[in-house]
Structures are given as C-alpha cells and as structure tokens.
T-cell receptor, first 114, second 113 residues
C-alpha cells in the first residue's frame, strides 16, 4: 500500500527566505506526483505536476524535483512572501491503484512572517 | 474552463438527517473523484467515476454513503442518517486522462451537530 509522508508538519520562515518542502513515498511505481496548495477552508490548487519520467518542473518561483528511485520529491519556493503562507500537499498517482486515485501526504503548514 | 464547482459551500445539519452535495466537474472531464478531508489531514479517497460508471469505492464509504453520476456529467454524494464523525470537508475533483493533473473544487464543509 502506497504511503506518503510530509515532514515537517509545520514550518515558519521570515519573508525572503527560500522554502524547502519534503515529500516521501513508499512505492516508486507511480505515473506522476502532484503538488498542491491549500488555503484555510478552501479547496486544493494544483501547483506542479511531475511525470515519472521527469526530474523536475518549474513554474515561476516554484521548482519541484522528483527522485523516483528513492521515493522523494522536494518543492522549492524561492524568495518566500507572506502570501505563500498556506498548507502544501503532495500526492502520488500510483500505477497499481485502480482509477489512479491520488494518495496524499498530510501536508506541511507554512507560515511566512513579514 | 470554469473549474470544478461544488454546492453548497457549507452545510450544517443535525445528527440523523440526510444531506446531499453536488459537484460539477470541468466539462469533458470523464474522471470524477470524491475525497474527504478532516482538519489537519490530507484528503482521503472516497469514490471514483469514469463517465457514469462508479468504478471504485473506498472502505471509508459506509452503506450510509451513496454517490451517483447520471449521464456522466455532474455527481451527487448523499449521506444518510448523518453522524458527528461525518463532519469534514468533502472535496470533488476531475481530470480527463489518467496521468493529467487533478483539479479540485472548493469543497463542501459539513458540520453535524
């Protein structure tokens, strides 16, 4: 059974510092991995999708890497801003699951202090 | 592309009552998912539709829960005889093919008193 872990559960940084968020998964047989942002009381906003054949994806200040063999992904957010405060979730799309339903980590709650 | 739409945004109900939520996926997305999220946790899979066919249900989906997707467009999730433990955010998501990004709605927050 695929398990996804995000450590730390919470992170607080001063504005301008780079953020490094970690995600680990137990089964490397995945189609892709997706990073989401969730604001309090809201749904999930897709940030980046990395296919299993890719090593990284970039969008603006965001960069996500994937090391499938070691079961790890990292989301980097450069020059953090208070508006980046949110919960960040990673989810894997496993090959072995019917319907390719995503399996989520518990999230990392980020606070960027001005 | 107007995004995934869920209705209502919030629902407060008394224990024992029935509730129904609606999800309108992105048009032409044939895959639709329901997830449940409790405070401080990641979303947990409930059920999955491909077009109108419900292809998988989680063991989290007790017999009090039922989901439909008539005509392969919008979907409804009904909870009968609600319990306090049903209080959660119910999220709907859709995508077109199996390795494309999953798009979520803003969810329906259910509070059972």
């Amino acid at each position: 059974k695929q398990e996804v872990t995000q450590i730390p559960a919470a992170l607080s940084v001063p504005e301008g510092e780079n953020l490094v968020l970690n995600c680990s998964f137990t089964d490397s047989a995945i189609y892709n991995l997706q990073w989401f942002r969730q604001d309090p009381g809201k749904g999930l906003t897709s940030l980046l999708l990395i296919q299993s054949s890719q090593r990284e994806q970039t969008s603006g200040r965001l960069n996500a890497s994937l090391d499938k063999s070691s079961g790890r992904s990292t989301l980097y957010i450069a020059a953090s801003q208070p508006g980046d405060s949110a919960t960040y979730l990673c989810a894997v799309n496993p090959r072995k699951a019917a319907g390719n339903k995503l399996t989520f980590g518990g999230g990392t709650r980020v606070l960027v202090k001005p | 592309d107007t995004g995934v739409s869920q209705d209502p945004r919030h629902k407060i109900t008394k224990r024992g009552q029935n509730v129904t939520f609606r999800c309108d996926p992105i048009s032409e997305h044939n895959r639709l998912y329901w997830y449940r999220q409790t405070l401080g946790q990641g979303p947990e899979f409930l059920t999955y539709f491909q077009n109108e066919a419900q292809l998988e249900k989680s063991r989290l989906l007790s017999d009090r829960f039922s989901a439909e997707r008539p005509k392969g467009s919008f979907s409804t999730l009904e909870i009968q005889r609600t319990e306090q433990g049903d209080s959660a955010m119910y999220l709907c998501a859709s995508r077109d093919i199996r390795d494309s990004p999953l798009h979520f709605g803003n969810g329906t927050r259910l509070t059972v008193t």
